[in-house]
């Protein structure tokens, strides 16, 4: 279930230490582990502050996000279209900038952490003929929030479902598997059902300024853009991707979309990734998502429990849906694996708004929530 060991960890007391459970639980989970009575629940307690985690993810994110701030920061300058009074020096004047999108780069050298061997990527010698991306990011702006008139999304083709990008941040596309620990924030399972292609970890966008690029987590059947397979690449309108056996197009987010849903003559529903299943959402009516125990009488608004193995770990009372002025909102009930909102973990207390397309990633369970005309 977990990616890593807590019986086996070497900075198991480090953890313990520094997690936030009161004292008496570090003093129960300190003997547990001493008598060798330890559990999934019990390892449970300290996942959610896992150091190996923490320290995989941040490298994750460094490596991707250092490839991104260089492809920013390297612009080249088009002298031939460049208009200039012959008075006026660069270093005083206004140089304007064309990107030239058939200009190559090469990502910097990064040290890789040490993977499991689904996570290792492609060697060169494997990806024959796999050319380079040759898209550059068109900003060198500083991170700024941005606004809904400059979001993106991937539409699945087959099916329809829309997946909302983050505008800074990172997002991760994959499958359930119930061996690994983290399931991926974006669930392809129900559209790759037919393949069986799609990689437990395969691809993870990176956003930055509302721009977007992709790269493979190693996965067999690799990432194909436009038709060309690639390891990490540069995202444009338009662009068509292959994620093994789920095709997609990446697009802009027109506008009158947002403004559809808060019309009062749409229908708000949530669909579980995994299986497909859809639930329509009554509007001005608080929604508790979580999953049902006989043992206790409790049966929330939208039960999970029915979803099987992918639900295992979702609580009782998991989130919760509310209403503010015509719009839904997303917020964890203090949940014990927690709720992640477009790649992030939301803590208690914590209210977010949905748009078309955003995905809500339960303890593993992914909802995505749209709308229909």
Known sequence: MYKYSCRKCPIRNRCIEESENPTTTKNMVRSAFEARTDTLATWGLLQKQCL???????????????????????????????????????????????LRPDKQFDPPEQSKAKSPDYLKPVSSSQKKGVSKPLRRLSSTKPLHQVGDEDRFWLTILNSGHRIALPTNGEISFGRFDPNVGIPPDIDLSFEDREFGLVARRHAIIVARNAEHMIEDLGSRSGIFLNGRQIENGLLKPKDHLSLGGVKLIYDKIPNEVFEQAKSKQVRHKLIVTPTGRKFYCPINKKIVIGRADPQVNFVPDLDLSQEGEVARLVSRRHAMIRWRYGQPFIEDLGSGFGTRFRGEGLVLGQSIPLKPGDHIWLAGCVLAYDIET
Do not use: F
């Open 52 to 98: 190996l985690l923490e320290a995989d993810k941040a490298r994750s994110r460094s490596a991707l996000s250092d490839r991104l701030r260089k492809v920013q920061d390297e612009r080249v300058d088009d002298t031939d279209d460049l208009e200039m009074p012959s008075t006026m020096s660069k270093s005083k004047g206004t140089v304007i900038r064309r």
